[in-house]
């Protein structure tokens, strides 16, 4: 705040990365819109995911009015990135894709109202874009410049399924990683054993557990005993992971082998150089 910011070409490629997420997440939206009008559904009838979402949305709206009011203008920004980046595109679309598919207008109602309700936050930083992206939408009024910019709105915080949902999703985060550590291809399927006192919240969720944490099943279990498992942990559950499950042996007894053979190599390879007087003379 109060200083010029430099110019770099990284600065302009983020920011057209951003751009096009933007975009192409506007152009996934409406690929899959089948509505004239958006009208937020009756929470009465809202998946945990959606008052997840619009939960997230309304604390954007409070937080983006509060940085505007203070002139904390890259605050505000960096506040729509990370909601767009990360929570829109990573999280709400991959989690509604296959109510999407299915053509569930509330899924619909609520992807489009979220989309509009962003783009109008995004406004006073990217006009032309999201005046384009807004006018190809369902919308109401002329031009996105004259929209009512968002407020915070008391019905639409859900603070419980909120909860819920971060819950689910930082397990699926945690899952995530550690097969990425164990060199495990998202491709390979693997039985999933929770262990949790929130086993409401997560029976409702493995869906998203057999789509994006690569479960073949899910079962929630009071105790899991096979001490050979994988085992992740989060504050509000265990999974466990039958070993046989995640690994192709061979392939890991073969990649450990490599990995040992090349580490051997750079062991003899540095003793030959500390071997050399020369070399520890300088």
Known sequence: PGNDMRFSDEKIEAARNFANKLWNAARF?????????V???????LCTEDKWILSKLNTLAQTVEQNLDCYEVGVALANLYDFVWDIFCDWYIELLKPRLSA???????????????????????????TEEIFT??????????????????????FADEEAEMEKVIALIKAIRARRTEMG??????AKLFLVTKFADTFSGATEFF?????ASEVEIVDEFTDSTAVQII????????????MIDFEAERKRLKDELAKNDGEIKRLVGKLSNESFVAK
């Not at 939206?29 to 009008?37: A, G, R």
């Not at 057999?210 to 690569?214: D, F, G, P």
């Open 210 to 214: 057999k789509k994006l944490a690569s």
């Open 103 to 129: 053509g569930d207008k509330v899924a619909q109602n609520v992807i489009a109202y979220v989309l509009t309700q962003t783009l109008k936050m995004l406004h006073p930083f990217m006009p032309f874009i």
């Open 29 to 37: 939206v409406m690929m899959n819109l089948d509505i004239d009008s």
């Open 39 to 45: 009208d937020l559904p009756d929470p009465s009838i």
């Open 136 to 157: 190809t939408m369902p919308h109401d009024g002329e031009s996105i410049m004259i929209s009512a910019f968002p407020k915070y709105d008391e019905m639409l915080c």
């Open 234 to 245: 989060t504050d509000s559950a265990t999974a466990y992971i039958p070993l046989a499950d």
């Open 184 to 189: 495990v291809a998202p491709s390979r399927k």
